[in-house]
């Protein structure tokens, strides 16, 4: 599979989404929550589940961002994965996915959201593009660039969401 930074492409069947949707609402419903906080939920008022992917699944997700390994520096992919349910209403408004933090070891240099349940009004944006992406298709994208998921007018959408590591190369004490 050739896939592009910024471009969209399938990655899930509508089984494989009907599947992962079916194992997060096993788990515990936890509201999303943004770096330094949102206590008026102003940012984000989407709801999450925090999924353990098996592991052929994890090995899949990790091949396929094998082009970028050595020019962005990946060293693993965040987990558990995030999967997203939105909403009519619910939102989560511009943002970046990775910070300057000195004290962390690592970063997020990729992000991977997929669309597993589409819902009218629910698109994907990108300070470069929008993206009303159907069920199964994803997108990956430099972390550093700021997004938002806009909310359903009606229905609901889910989104799954990894996140590709590398080094931190601003960490306290060494000099970049």
């Known amino acids: 599979m050739n896939i592009q930074l910024e471009q969209p492409f399938k990655l899930f069947t509508q089984d494989q989404c ?10 515990d419903l936890k509201p999303g929550q943004v770096l330094g906080g949102d206590a ?4 984000r008022n989407n709801y999450t589940y925090w999924l353990d992917l098996e592991q052929h699944e994890h090995d899949s997700l990790w091949n ?3 082009p ?7 060293t693993w992919m965040q987990k558990p994965t995030q999967v997203s349910r939105y909403h009519v209403g619910e939102f ?15 970063v997020r240099a990729l992000t991977l959201t ?4 589409c819902a009218p009004g629910a698109v994907f944006e990108t ?3 929008t993206y009303d ?17 806009c909310a359903p007018t009606q229905g609901e959408r889910w989104a799954f969401t990894v996140w590709y590591m590398r080094p931190n190369l601003n960490i306290l004490g060494q000099v970049v």
């Open 18 to 27: 009907d599947s992962l949707i079916g194992r997060a609402q096993q788990l």
């Open 40 to 43: 008026l939920r102003q940012r």
């Open 64 to 66: 396929l961002v094998e």
């Open 68 to 74: 970028w390994h050595s020019l962005l520096g990946l």
């Open 92 to 106: 989560y408004d511009w943002h970046p996915d990775s910070f300057a933090q000195a004290h962390k070891k690592s």
């Open 114 to 117: 997929c669309t597993l349940q």
């Open 127 to 129: 300070r470069r593009g």
């Open 133 to 149: 992406l159907t069920a199964g298709e994803a997108i990956i994208f430099p972390a550093e660039l700021e997004h938002r998921a």
